[in-house]
């Protein structure tokens, strides 16, 4: 783990993107991950070129990758500096794609669309609110709820997951966002922060909405055929606020807020995460784990393009052609200028298999291919990110560069303890409002309004995500 926190300016640093990849041309991917800039293989030596003995566990069997063995994959990418992704990009331009698919399992549109406009929802309002664990005898499950809510802008209903923080405090609000599934249940149930003891103690209110697929978190310019409406950008700042503070009466009381808001992403959501505090004041501080925060480079646009097809939507529906004003309006390392005088926190691995990921994988080769790739081109989008924060002033940036990992849940779960603390040392802190409840619906079906707070408790929070397919 390399960490480093500075407030002051960096020497410049190489910009870089992040790709996503294509089945017909994985071929052309794994040999560029042979050729370019990779020393040959080799079991002795030490420092950064040599290679992770613990990556070539024996216990893992060796599978193939269009005729590539998965340990000689493993050990490739474990060695020397990050593999540039404009050549890998360029290898894949090579046999005739300047638009390509990414590989892995999350390549499908859904049965039918996402979402459709009702036309009877003409405003924002809480339809209900009920436990999201009403099975769970751990009081610290009861602060944990789902929200059922309309939005005007989308015309539609939204799930969303609040999870209270512990009673007795007016604490700060943190929107945890997604990746490209946006499933639901989020990521946050199940295990990405509500399963960590320690983040279910911190002082925090974290809102987790469901439901936006491929939507990069954004307003798009047309509804789209198989994504539906998306506005998440209003639905995020101008409509769920309001619903958060006003609770529903007879059910749930509001989120004991104070007034201060951060946001913390993952892969897809990282970009939009860093993207909501770069244009938006209400956020005061922001953590993007694994994300790619350009729009405008080859890498960016073809992140961003993916991320809409990796579900089935048309890009041009969500920013329209490219180059056009949206597409420049969410490019952060092009204009990072509203991060000053913020808390940002950035991570990313630099994609290398170690002996991690073949204990969990190892036998999926696809995986460790697609996971390779998207975190490669993480690591350098986020280098090149601390590369433009250099010049914005005031930021308290913490970076922390991870030396082996793919793009994953079990990279993105040892992000959310460090990430949310960062973000919370720009806000402002809890105060005490003397009550000895949340005001959760769980504690009213459990008889216990007018208890003491629950603290302490690890609780029954799910496990480590989705570790089948790349947690984009």
């Given at each position: 783990m390399n960490t480093?926190?500075?407030?002051?300016?960096?020497?410049?640093?190489?910009?870089?993107?992040?790709?996503?990849?294509?089945?017909?041309?994985?071929?052309?991917?794994?040999?560029?991950?042979?050729?370019?800039?990779?020393?040959?293989?080799?079991?002795?030596?030490?420092?950064?070129?040599?290679?992770?003995?613990?990556?070539?566990?024996?216990?893992?069997?060796?599978?193939?990758?269009?005729?590539?063995?998965?340990?000689s994959l493993a050990?490739?990418?474990?060695?020397?500096?990050?593999?540039?992704?404009?050549?890998?990009?360029?290898?894949?331009?090579?046999?005739?794609?300047?638009?390509?698919?990414?590989?892995?399992?999350?390549?499908?549109?859904?049965?039918?669309?996402?979402?459709?406009?009702?036309?009877?929802?003409?405003?924002?309002?809480?339809?209900?609110?009920?436990?999201?664990?009403?099975?769970?005898?751990?009081?610290?499950?009861?602060?944990?709820?789902?929200?059922?809510?309309?939005?005007?802008?989308?015309?539609?209903?939204?799930?969303?997951?609040?999870?209270?923080?512990?009673?007795?405090?007016?604490?700060?609000?943190?929107?945890?966002?997604?990746?490209?599934?946006?499933?639901?249940?989020?990521?946050?149930?199940?295990?990405?922060?509500?399963?960590?003891?320690?983040?279910?103690?911190?002082?925090?209110?974290?809102?987790?909405?469901?439901?936006?697929?491929?939507?990069?978190?954004?307003?798009?310019?047309?509804?789209?055929?198989?994504?539906?409406?998306?506005?998440?950008?209003?639905?995020?700042?101008?409509?769920?606020?309001?619903?958060?503070?006003?609770?529903?009466?007879?059910?749930?009381?509001?989120?004991?807020?104070?007034?201060?808001?951060?946001?913390?992403?993952?892969?897809?959501?990282?970009?939009?995460?860093?993207?909501?505090?770069?244009?938006?004041?209400?956020?005061?501080?922001?953590?993007?784990?694994?994300?790619?925060?350009?729009?405008?480079?080859?890498?960016?646009?073809?992140?961003?393009?993916?991320?809409?097809?990796?579900?089935?939507g048309d890009a041009?529906?969500?920013?329209?052609?490219?180059?056009?004003?949206?597409?420049?309006?969410?490019?952060?390392?092009?204009?990072?200028?509203?991060?000053?005088?913020?808390?940002?926190?950035?991570?990313?691995?630099?994609?290398?298999?170690?002996?991690?990921?073949?204990?969990?994988?190892?036998?999926?080769?696809?995986?460790?291919?697609?996971?390779?790739?998207?975190?490669?081109?993480?690591?350098?989008?986020?280098?090149?990110?601390?590369?433009?924060?250099?010049?914005?002033?005031?930021?308290?940036?913490?970076?922390?560069?991870?030396?082996?990992?793919?793009?994953?849940?079990?990279?993105?779960?040892?992000?959310?303890?460090?990430?949310?603390?960062?973000?919370?040392?720009?806000?402002?802190?809890?105060?005490?409002?003397?009550?000895?409840?949340?005001?959760?619906?769980?504690?009213?079906?459990?008889?216990?309004?007018?208890?003491?707070?629950?603290?302490?408790?690890?609780?029954?929070?799910?496990?480590?995500?989705?570790?089948?397919?790349?947690?984009?």
């Amino acid at each position: 783990m390399n960490t480093r926190i500075f407030s002051g300016p960096r020497p410049p640093r190489t910009r870089g993107g992040r790709r996503r990849s294509y089945p017909v041309a994985v071929a052309a991917a794994v040999a560029a991950l042979s050729v370019i800039g990779v020393p040959a293989v080799s079991a002795q030596g030490s420092g950064a070129g040599s290679l992770d003995p613990q990556s070539v566990a024996p216990s893992v069997a060796p599978g193939s990758l269009f005729g590539v063995p998965s340990l000689s994959l493993a050990a490739a990418t474990q060695l020397g500096a990050p593999i540039p992704l404009t050549a890998v990009l360029g290898s894949l331009g090579m046999v005739g794609s300047s638009d390509f698919a990414r590989p892995g399992s999350s390549n499908s549109a859904p049965a039918e669309p996402i979402a459709t406009r009702d036309p009877d929802i003409t405003a924002t309002t809480v339809r209900s609110v009920e436990p999201l664990f009403p099975a769970s005898t751990d009081e610290v499950d009861r602060r944990a709820e789902v929200w059922t809510v309309t939005s005007e802008s989308m015309q539609r209903e939204v799930r969303v997951e609040v999870y209270r923080a512990p009673a007795g405090v007016d604490a700060p609000n943190m929107y945890f966002l997604d990746g490209v599934g946006s499933e639901s249940p989020s990521g946050w149930s199940g295990g990405m922060g509500w399963g960590d003891p320690r983040l279910r103690q911190r002082a925090v209110n974290v809102v987790a909405p469901t439901g936006a697929p491929s939507s990069m978190w954004s307003d798009w310019e047309e509804d789209d055929p198989v994504l539906g409406p998306n506005m998440w950008e209003t639905f995020l700042v101008e409509e769920l606020p309001g619903l958060l503070s006003t609770g529903l009466e007879g059910a749930a009381e509001p989120v004991a807020h104070n007034g201060d808001w951060g946001v913390l992403g993952v892969s897809m959501g990282a970009a939009s995460a860093v993207h909501l505090a770069n244009t938006n004041n209400m956020f005061r501080g922001v953590a993007g784990v694994s994300g790619a925060y350009s729009t405008m480079d080859a890498l960016g646009y073809q992140y961003a393009r993916l991320t809409v097809a990796a579900r089935g939507g048309d890009a041009t529906n969500m920013w329209g052609p490219r180059g056009a004003e949206p597409w420049r309006e969410h490019d952060t390392i092009a204009n990072p200028a509203g991060l000053s005088g913020k808390s940002v926190y950035l991570s990313a691995a630099t994609g290398r298999v170690g002996s991690s990921e073949l204990g969990r994988f190892g036998s999926n080769e696809m995986v460790l291919l697609d996971g390779h790739v998207l975190e490669k081109g993480s690591f350098e989008s986020t280098r090149a990110l601390e590369s433009a924060l250099a010049s914005v002033p005031g930021v308290h940036l913490q970076m922390n560069y991870m030396p082996t990992g793919i793009h994953n849940w079990p990279v993105f779960v040892t992000e959310m303890l460090p990430g949310t603390d960062h973000i919370l040392s720009g806000l402002a802190p809890a105060t005490p409002n003397g009550r000895t409840t949340t005001g959760a619906v769980g504690e009213r079906a459990a008889g216990s309004l007018g208890s003491a707070t629950s603290s302490g408790s690890a609780g029954s929070g799910g496990g480590t995500g989705s570790l089948g397919s790349s947690g984009r």
